[in-house]
Protein backbone atom coordinates (compact mmCIF):
# COMPACT_ATOMS: atom_id res chain seq x y z
CA UNK A 1 0.00 0.00 0.00
CA UNK A 2 1.12 3.30 -0.76
CA UNK A 3 0.76 6.38 1.29
CA UNK A 4 0.11 9.82 -0.81
CA UNK A 5 2.93 12.38 -0.03
CA UNK A 6 1.51 15.03 1.91
CA UNK A 7 1.58 18.59 -0.11
CA UNK A 8 4.57 21.13 0.87
CA UNK A 9 4.11 24.07 2.64
CA UNK A 10 4.81 26.03 -0.65
CA UNK A 11 2.03 23.71 -2.97
CA UNK A 12 -0.56 24.60 -0.15
CA UNK A 13 0.28 28.15 -0.38
CA UNK A 14 0.14 28.30 -3.92
CA UNK A 15 -3.05 26.02 -4.48
CA UNK A 16 -4.66 28.68 -1.67
CA UNK A 17 -3.34 31.73 -3.73
CA UNK A 18 -4.61 30.23 -7.08
CA UNK A 19 -7.93 30.40 -5.45
CA UNK A 20 -7.76 33.73 -3.74
CA UNK A 21 -6.86 34.99 -7.38
CA UNK A 22 -10.27 33.33 -9.17
CA UNK A 23 -12.33 34.56 -6.14
CA UNK A 24 -10.68 37.66 -6.54
CA UNK A 25 -11.08 38.04 -10.02
CA UNK A 26 -14.41 36.60 -10.52
CA UNK A 27 -12.36 33.86 -13.24
CA UNK A 28 -12.04 36.93 -15.89
CA UNK A 29 -9.12 38.31 -17.36
CA UNK A 30 -5.48 36.59 -17.64
CA UNK A 31 -3.98 36.58 -13.96
CA UNK A 32 -0.58 38.45 -14.65
CA UNK A 33 -2.59 41.93 -16.11
CA UNK A 34 -4.05 41.82 -12.48
CA UNK A 35 -2.08 40.89 -10.19
CA UNK A 36 1.72 42.24 -9.61
CA UNK A 37 3.01 40.56 -6.87
CA UNK A 38 1.97 37.81 -4.32
CA UNK A 39 2.99 38.75 -0.62
CA UNK A 40 2.56 35.24 1.74
CA UNK A 41 -0.50 34.24 -0.53
CA UNK A 42 -2.18 37.88 -0.22
CA UNK A 43 -1.94 39.65 -3.77
CA UNK A 44 -0.72 43.51 -4.75
CA UNK A 45 -2.47 44.68 -7.76
CA UNK A 46 -2.05 46.65 -10.69
CA UNK A 47 -4.74 48.72 -9.39
CA UNK A 48 -3.45 49.27 -5.53
CA UNK A 49 0.30 50.40 -7.55
CA UNK A 50 -1.68 53.31 -9.30
CA UNK A 51 -3.52 53.97 -6.50
CA UNK A 52 -0.70 54.61 -4.38
CA UNK A 53 1.35 56.18 -6.54
CA UNK A 54 -1.29 58.86 -6.94
CA UNK A 55 -1.35 59.00 -3.37
CA UNK A 56 2.81 59.35 -3.39
CA UNK A 57 2.29 62.03 -5.89
CA UNK A 58 -0.50 64.09 -4.04
CA UNK A 59 1.41 64.13 -0.86
CA UNK A 60 4.46 65.38 -2.54
CA UNK A 61 6.80 62.63 -2.22
CA UNK A 62 9.72 62.66 -4.94
CA UNK A 63 11.58 59.91 -7.10
CA UNK A 64 8.01 57.91 -7.55
CA UNK A 65 8.63 55.20 -9.25
CA UNK A 66 6.54 51.32 -9.76
CA UNK A 67 9.31 49.11 -8.09
CA UNK A 68 9.75 51.34 -5.30
CA UNK A 69 5.67 51.53 -5.00
CA UNK A 70 5.80 47.92 -5.16
CA UNK A 71 8.69 47.49 -2.05
CA UNK A 72 6.37 50.13 -0.32
CA UNK A 73 3.40 47.67 -0.13
CA UNK A 74 4.96 44.59 0.11
CA UNK A 75 6.65 45.78 3.25
CA UNK A 76 3.18 47.10 4.41
CA UNK A 77 1.73 43.62 3.85
CA UNK A 78 4.50 41.67 5.94
CA UNK A 79 4.21 44.53 8.63
CA UNK A 80 0.57 43.73 9.18
CA UNK A 81 1.14 40.09 9.27
CA UNK A 82 4.04 40.33 11.38
CA UNK A 83 1.69 42.53 14.16
CA UNK A 84 -1.43 39.73 14.23
CA UNK A 85 1.41 37.30 15.08
CA UNK A 86 1.94 39.22 18.28
CA UNK A 87 -2.23 40.35 18.89
CA UNK A 88 -1.76 44.00 17.56
CA UNK A 89 -4.29 43.94 14.63
CA UNK A 90 -6.52 47.21 15.30
CA UNK A 91 -9.88 47.01 14.42
CA UNK A 92 -11.59 49.17 11.50
CA UNK A 93 -12.78 52.28 13.74
CA UNK A 94 -9.20 53.07 15.37
CA UNK A 95 -7.87 53.21 11.88
CA UNK A 96 -11.08 55.27 10.93
CA UNK A 97 -10.29 57.43 14.11
CA UNK A 98 -6.29 57.72 12.68
CA UNK A 99 -7.72 58.79 8.76
CA UNK A 100 -10.03 61.68 11.30
CA UNK A 101 -7.11 62.51 13.43
CA UNK A 102 -4.73 62.95 10.26
CA UNK A 103 -7.80 65.24 8.37
CA UNK A 104 -7.74 67.26 11.66
CA UNK A 105 -4.54 68.28 11.55
CA UNK A 106 -5.21 69.33 7.54
CA UNK A 107 -8.14 71.58 9.18
CA UNK A 108 -10.54 69.37 7.76
CA UNK A 109 -13.19 66.45 8.62
CA UNK A 110 -12.99 62.41 7.76
CA UNK A 111 -15.72 63.30 4.54
CA UNK A 112 -13.78 66.46 3.11
CA UNK A 113 -10.48 64.30 3.29
CA UNK A 114 -12.12 61.43 1.50
CA UNK A 115 -13.97 64.22 -1.02
CA UNK A 116 -10.02 65.38 -1.56
CA UNK A 117 -8.54 61.94 -1.95
CA UNK A 118 -11.67 60.96 -4.36
CA UNK A 119 -11.21 63.86 -5.96
CA UNK A 120 -7.84 62.97 -7.27
CA UNK A 121 -9.22 59.73 -8.22
CA UNK A 122 -8.13 57.69 -4.80
CA UNK A 123 -9.72 55.23 -2.50
CA UNK A 124 -9.72 56.37 0.75
CA UNK A 125 -8.70 52.59 1.78
CA UNK A 126 -5.93 53.50 0.18
CA UNK A 127 -4.63 56.03 2.66
CA UNK A 128 -6.16 53.93 5.53
CA UNK A 129 -3.99 51.18 5.08
CA UNK A 130 -0.71 52.91 4.50
CA UNK A 131 -2.20 54.24 8.10
CA UNK A 132 -3.15 50.93 9.22
CA UNK A 133 0.60 50.11 8.33
CA UNK A 134 2.51 52.58 10.11
CA UNK A 135 0.12 52.35 13.53
CA UNK A 136 0.70 48.01 13.68
CA UNK A 137 4.68 48.49 12.95
CA UNK A 138 5.12 51.32 15.30
CA UNK A 139 3.26 49.45 18.00
CA UNK A 140 4.89 46.25 17.59
CA UNK A 141 8.58 47.68 17.47
CA UNK A 142 8.40 50.12 20.24
CA UNK A 143 6.42 46.94 22.23
CA UNK A 144 8.85 44.17 21.45
CA UNK A 145 12.19 46.12 21.69
CA UNK A 146 11.10 49.08 24.81
CA UNK A 147 14.42 48.18 26.67
CA UNK A 148 17.18 48.38 23.60
CA UNK A 149 15.48 51.29 22.55
CA UNK A 150 15.91 53.16 26.19
CA UNK A 151 18.11 56.33 25.90
CA UNK A 152 20.91 56.46 28.70
CA UNK A 153 21.59 59.64 31.09
CA UNK A 154 25.34 59.17 29.97
CA UNK A 155 24.46 59.48 26.63
CA UNK A 156 22.78 62.31 26.68
CA UNK A 157 24.95 63.91 28.72
CA UNK A 158 28.14 62.74 26.26
CA UNK A 159 25.57 64.21 23.38
CA UNK A 160 24.72 67.20 24.93
CA UNK A 161 28.51 68.13 25.17
CA UNK A 162 29.46 67.16 21.67
CA UNK A 163 26.97 69.61 20.81
CA UNK A 164 28.39 72.34 22.70
CA UNK A 165 26.13 73.05 25.25
CA UNK A 166 25.92 72.26 29.11
CA UNK A 167 24.42 69.30 30.63
CA UNK A 168 23.41 71.91 33.77
CA UNK A 169 21.69 74.10 32.30
CA UNK A 170 18.59 75.39 34.35
CA UNK A 171 15.15 73.83 33.80
CA UNK A 172 11.81 74.42 35.48
CA UNK A 173 8.77 72.61 36.37
CA UNK A 174 5.77 75.37 36.22
CA UNK A 175 2.65 74.94 38.29
CA UNK A 176 -0.27 76.35 35.82
CA UNK A 177 -3.81 77.19 35.98
CA UNK A 178 -5.41 77.95 32.37
CA UNK A 179 -8.13 80.64 32.35
CA UNK A 180 -10.37 81.94 29.70
CA UNK A 181 -12.86 85.13 29.60
CA UNK A 182 -15.29 83.23 27.27
CA UNK A 183 -16.60 85.71 24.19
CA UNK A 184 -19.25 83.69 22.08
CA UNK A 185 -18.58 82.99 18.26
CA UNK A 186 -19.36 84.56 16.42
CA UNK A 187 -19.08 88.12 19.23
CA UNK A 188 -17.70 91.43 17.05
CA UNK A 189 -14.30 92.61 18.03
CA UNK A 190 -15.76 95.17 20.53
CA UNK A 191 -16.70 92.13 22.88
CA UNK A 192 -13.38 90.83 22.78
CA UNK A 193 -11.62 94.50 23.65
CA UNK A 194 -13.53 94.54 26.01
CA UNK A 195 -13.05 91.37 27.71
CA UNK A 196 -9.02 92.06 27.16
CA UNK A 197 -9.58 95.12 29.29
CA UNK A 198 -11.19 93.24 31.59
CA UNK A 199 -8.53 90.52 31.52
CA UNK A 200 -5.94 93.64 32.26
CA UNK A 201 -7.83 95.27 35.16
CA UNK A 202 -7.79 91.71 36.70
CA UNK A 203 -3.74 91.14 36.11
CA UNK A 204 -3.00 93.71 38.81
CA UNK A 205 -5.26 92.56 41.08
CA UNK A 206 -4.88 88.91 41.19
CA UNK A 207 -1.41 88.32 43.26
CA UNK A 208 -1.68 84.43 44.07
CA UNK A 209 -3.93 81.47 42.57
CA UNK A 210 -6.23 81.04 45.86
CA UNK A 211 -7.34 84.59 44.47
CA UNK A 212 -7.36 83.50 40.61
CA UNK A 213 -9.98 80.80 41.93
CA UNK A 214 -11.96 82.88 44.34
CA UNK A 215 -12.18 85.75 40.83
CA UNK A 216 -12.94 83.60 38.61
CA UNK A 217 -14.85 80.50 39.49
CA UNK A 218 -17.45 83.42 40.29
CA UNK A 219 -17.36 85.48 37.37
CA UNK A 220 -20.08 84.64 34.68
CA UNK A 221 -18.62 83.65 31.04
CA UNK A 222 -14.99 82.24 32.54
CA UNK A 223 -13.60 79.32 33.65
CA UNK A 224 -10.53 78.39 35.32
CA UNK A 225 -9.01 75.40 34.60
CA UNK A 226 -7.32 72.31 37.20
CA UNK A 227 -3.84 72.96 37.63
CA UNK A 228 -1.03 71.35 34.88
CA UNK A 229 2.31 70.24 35.59
CA UNK A 230 4.93 70.83 32.58
CA UNK A 231 8.07 71.09 32.45
CA UNK A 232 11.11 73.73 30.72
CA UNK A 233 11.12 70.55 28.48
CA UNK A 234 7.56 70.27 27.64
CA UNK A 235 6.90 73.86 26.65
CA UNK A 236 7.38 75.84 23.48
CA UNK A 237 10.32 78.76 24.14
CA UNK A 238 8.14 81.77 24.56
CA UNK A 239 5.60 80.31 26.48
CA UNK A 240 8.72 79.08 29.01
CA UNK A 241 10.39 82.68 28.38
CA UNK A 242 6.63 83.99 29.24
CA UNK A 243 6.42 82.07 32.23
CA UNK A 244 10.29 82.85 33.39
CA UNK A 245 8.86 86.52 33.06
CA UNK A 246 5.65 86.19 35.08
CA UNK A 247 5.75 86.14 38.99
CA UNK A 248 4.70 83.14 41.01
CA UNK A 249 0.96 84.36 41.82
CA UNK A 250 0.22 86.38 38.66
CA UNK A 251 -1.26 86.15 35.40
CA UNK A 252 0.20 86.07 32.15
CA UNK A 253 -0.73 88.50 29.52
CA UNK A 254 -4.16 87.67 27.90
CA UNK A 255 -4.10 86.26 25.04
CA UNK A 256 -7.25 86.11 22.25
CA UNK A 257 -8.30 82.85 21.01
CA UNK A 258 -11.31 81.27 19.36
CA UNK A 259 -12.73 80.60 22.62
CA UNK A 260 -12.19 84.60 24.00
CA UNK A 261 -9.18 86.02 25.86
CA UNK A 262 -6.81 83.33 27.31
CA UNK A 263 -4.13 83.95 30.46
CA UNK A 264 -2.19 81.32 32.68
CA UNK A 265 -1.91 81.69 36.20
CA UNK A 266 1.60 80.30 37.72
CA UNK A 267 1.01 78.94 40.99
CA UNK A 268 4.30 77.64 40.98
CA UNK A 269 7.96 77.49 39.48
CA UNK A 270 11.06 75.67 40.69
CA UNK A 271 13.98 74.32 39.69
CA UNK A 272 13.97 70.64 38.71
CA UNK A 273 16.63 68.11 37.13
CA UNK A 274 14.81 66.75 34.76
CA UNK A 275 15.67 67.48 31.19
CA UNK A 276 16.35 70.56 29.83
CA UNK A 277 14.73 71.72 26.24
CA UNK A 278 18.30 71.09 24.81
CA UNK A 279 18.67 67.52 26.51
CA UNK A 280 15.07 66.39 25.61
CA UNK A 281 15.59 67.35 21.87
CA UNK A 282 18.87 65.45 21.68
CA UNK A 283 17.19 62.70 23.71
CA UNK A 284 14.29 62.49 21.17
CA UNK A 285 16.76 62.67 18.59
CA UNK A 286 18.65 60.02 19.73
CA UNK A 287 15.47 57.54 20.34
CA UNK A 288 14.25 58.14 16.68
CA UNK A 289 18.11 56.58 15.55
CA UNK A 290 17.79 53.45 17.71
CA UNK A 291 14.33 53.65 16.46
CA UNK A 292 14.57 53.75 12.74
CA UNK A 293 17.84 51.15 12.69
CA UNK A 294 15.90 48.86 14.91
CA UNK A 295 12.53 49.18 12.64
CA UNK A 296 14.91 48.59 9.46
CA UNK A 297 16.58 45.41 11.03
CA UNK A 298 13.48 43.83 12.25
CA UNK A 299 11.59 44.75 8.60
CA UNK A 300 14.76 43.26 6.54
CA UNK A 301 14.35 40.22 8.95
CA UNK A 302 10.54 39.82 8.44
CA UNK A 303 10.59 40.47 4.33
CA UNK A 304 13.44 37.52 4.41
CA UNK A 305 10.95 34.86 5.94
CA UNK A 306 8.08 36.03 3.96
CA UNK A 307 6.64 34.18 0.50
CA UNK A 308 7.31 37.12 -2.29
CA UNK A 309 6.38 36.18 -5.95
CA UNK A 310 5.97 37.45 -9.11
CA UNK A 311 4.37 36.35 -11.92
CA UNK A 312 6.09 33.80 -13.96
CA UNK A 313 7.38 32.08 -10.82
CA UNK A 314 10.36 35.08 -10.10
CA UNK A 315 10.95 35.07 -6.20
CA UNK A 316 12.46 37.92 -4.27
CA UNK A 317 13.36 38.02 -0.80
Known sequence: MTTARLPTRRAQLLLGTLLALVLLLGG???LHAQIAVMVNGE???????????KLDALTGKKDINRQATINDLIDEKVKIKE??????????????????????RMRLNGDQLTKVLEGKGIRPETLKQRIKADMVWTS????????????????????????????????FEYRMQPIVLIV????????????????????????????AN????????????????KTSADLPQPLRE????????????????????EMVALCGRKATTVDTPKK????????????EAKSKAYLSEVRRAAMIEYPGGKEVR
Open 83 to 104: AKKFGVDPGTSDVDQAFGGMAQ
Open 140 to 171: LVRGRFKESLQVGEKDVNTAVKEAGETADEDA
Open 184 to 211: PKGAPQSDFEARRKEADALRERVTSCEE
Open 242 to 261: LLDKTPVGHLTPPEVTKQGI
Open 280 to 291: REIRDKMYVQKY
Open 43 to 53: PITNFDIEQRM
Open 28 to 30: TGP
Open 214 to 229: SYFKAMRNAAIREIVV
